[in-house]
């Protein structure tokens, strides 16, 4: 295979669930542990996985959400791109806000979930999560550490 096609970005899925209270404002946000089993196992990441063939951004945030926390989602809003060289791959990463979801949370996969805000207090945190803390410390006006380690 040659170094372009190995390299080509898989396409990644990925759910940032935020709450809001009754006003609209954002507050706090969902992360999960890698289980076990996958690289980077233990560490911390939003929700979500790589499309299937013929899937959209949307079907298959839908479909992993639904497969590793239990949860029905309603629209996603797509929010940023961003694409991650990994030793292990180079993915592409959809990430969509959610703020419409039904269903009790279930650890399907053994993960451990947490809701977060700034600066994160769950570590360590993936290299794509970092970028994402960031992004929410522009919108949120956010000073310092996003996240420790
Ligand atoms: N889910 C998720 N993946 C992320 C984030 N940031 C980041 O760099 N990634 C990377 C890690 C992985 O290389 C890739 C996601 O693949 P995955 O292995 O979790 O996906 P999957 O559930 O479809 O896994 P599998 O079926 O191949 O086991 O994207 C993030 O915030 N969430």
Known sequence: MSE???RTPVDVAVGVLIERDAAGNEGRFLLTSRPEGKVYAGYWEFPGGKLEAGESVHQALAREL???LGIT???SHAWRKLVMDYPH???RLHFCKVFDWQGEFQMREQQTMAWEQLPVQSQP???GTIPV???FAQE???AGPTHHG
Do not use: F, M, Q, S
């Open 4 to 6: 372009a096609t190995e």
């Open 66 to 68: 639904h497969e590793e």
């Open 73 to 75: 989602i309603g629209e």
């Open 89 to 91: 791959a180079r993915v």
């Open 125 to 127: 945190v993936l290299p």
């Open 133 to 135: 803390l960031e992004w």
């Open 140 to 142: 949120r006006h956010h």
